[in-house]
């Protein structure tokens, strides 16, 4: 069993920073993560992911913008997210792989990019 704990949103303006933290409670070393995204109305799109070796991978819309790192020694994932835009507005959630009800998701952390 695993759980997972984000932090980090907040409320930032356009063209601002945030990193977010998601912690987990036992090792993930062996998992692939990810970092998901739902806006209000919208369907749950997976944003960034990252496999047990490193390798990354991104949606289009966050390329260049967006880093996913990991830490397993503090079995913690990371997202750096630069250049933010309203359209980025949304609550972000970690997960394991599986993408689905098989993974472990945390509860999710509000990010908006607001004037």
């Known amino acids: 069993q695993v759980q997972l704990v984000e932090s980090g949103g907040g409320l930032v303006q356009p063209g601002g920073s945030l990193r977010l933290s998601c912690a987990a409670s036992?090792?993930?070393?062996?998992?692939?993560m990810g970092w998901h995204r739902q806006a209000p109305g919208k369907q749950r799109e997976l944003v960034a992911a990252?496999?047990?070796?490193?390798?990354?991978t991104y949606t289009d819309s966050v390329k260049g913008r967006f880093t996913i790192s990991r830490d397993n020694a503090k079995n913690t994932i990371y997202l750096q997210m630069n250049s933010l835009k309203p359209e980025d507005t949304a609550v972000y959630y970690c997960?394991?792989?599986?993408?689905?009800?098989?993974?472990?998701w945390g509860q999710g952390t509000q990010v908006t990019v607001s004037s």
């Open positions: 990252i496999t047990s070796g490193s390798t990354t």
């Open positions: 997960s394991t792989a599986p993408w689905t009800m098989q993974g472990y």
């Open positions: 036992g090792n993930i070393f062996r998992y692939a």
